[in-house]
T-cell receptor, first 119, second 112 residues
Framework: AQKITQTQPGMFVQEKEAVTLDCTYD???????LFWYKQPSSGEMIFLIY??????QNATEGRYSLNFQKARKSANLVISASQLGDSAMYFC????????????????FGKGTKLSVKP | DAGITQSPRHKVTETGTPVTLRCHQT?????MYWYRQDPGHGLRLIHY???????DKGEVSDGYSVSRSKTEDFLLTLESATSSQTSVYFC???????????FGSGTRLTVV
């Protein structure tokens, strides 16, 4: 079974509008972290935002926020006021076993969502 | 910048030849990783290292080997390249293994 599922291969959004990118995950570990990365056409992987499984509040970083619904095992990325520069691939990732140190679990990625921002 | 470089950035090689990709970091981070990225698959872990001479396999390790003789260098070797290993290879580093990783710029490898 896939650990990370991103069901939207591609999405369009109008400039200045908000957009939500979906991510669901599968784990039985109570201690895990969820990450979102952006990959523009230039190819580099850019870290956007992090949510820990025990965090009480949803993570926010500027225009990025993470809608964390633990019971539903979802960690959707919300981008407010989209900009043309937001056009990119977006990857959701999870790391399990946060209690056990680095060697116990590695970052597992979803297949990504390609976001296109229309002017 | 995070101080992680990959070399070469691009390489074309023939089937059956050995290939070594290099990842070099200046951050003195303990953990280093090799991923491959293919359309429709996202990023998949090949091998990782949790210290000098300490390495382990990831999800797609067949056909690949790694070595880490120094903290700063993590080498990925394709012993006999195949067309299925045509991909973009990313190296990543992490200080504790718990926080998010920092990625290199990637190596585009084409096996013909």
């Amino acid at each position: 079974a896939q650990k990370i599922t991103q069901t939207q291969p591609g999405m369009f959004v109008q400039e200045k509008e908000a957009v939500t990118l979906d991510c669901t995950y599968d784990t039985s570990d109570p201690s895990y972290g969820l990450f979102w990365y952006k990959q523009p056409s230039s190819g580099e992987m850019i870290f956007l935002i992090y949510q820990g499984s025990y965090d009480q509040q949803n993570a926010t970083e500027g225009r990025y926020s993470l809608n964390f619904q633990k019971a539903r095992k979802s960690a959707n990325l919300v981008i407010s006021a989209s900009q043309l520069g937001d056009s990119a691939m977006y990857f959701c990732a999870m790391r399990e076993g946060l209690n056990y140190g680095g060697s116990q679990g590695n970052l597992i990625f979803g297949k990504g969502t390609k976001l296109s921002v229309k002017p | 910048d995070a101080g992680i470089t990959q070399s070469p950035r691009h390489k074309v090689t023939e089937t059956g030849t050995p290939v070594t990709l290099r990842c070099h970091q200046t951050e003195n981070h303990r953990y280093m990783y090799w991923y491959r990225q293919d359309p429709g698959h996202g990023l998949r872990l090949i091998h990782y290292s949790y210290g000098v001479k300490d390495t382990d396999k990831g999800e797609v390790s067949d056909g690949y080997s790694v070595s880490r003789s120094k903290t700063e260098d993590f080498l990925l070797t394709l012993e006999s390249a195949t067309s299925s290993q045509t991909s973009v290879y990313f190296c990543a580093i992490s200080e504790t293994g718990v926080e998010g990783y920092t990625f290199g710029s990637g190596t585009r490898l084409t096996v013909v």
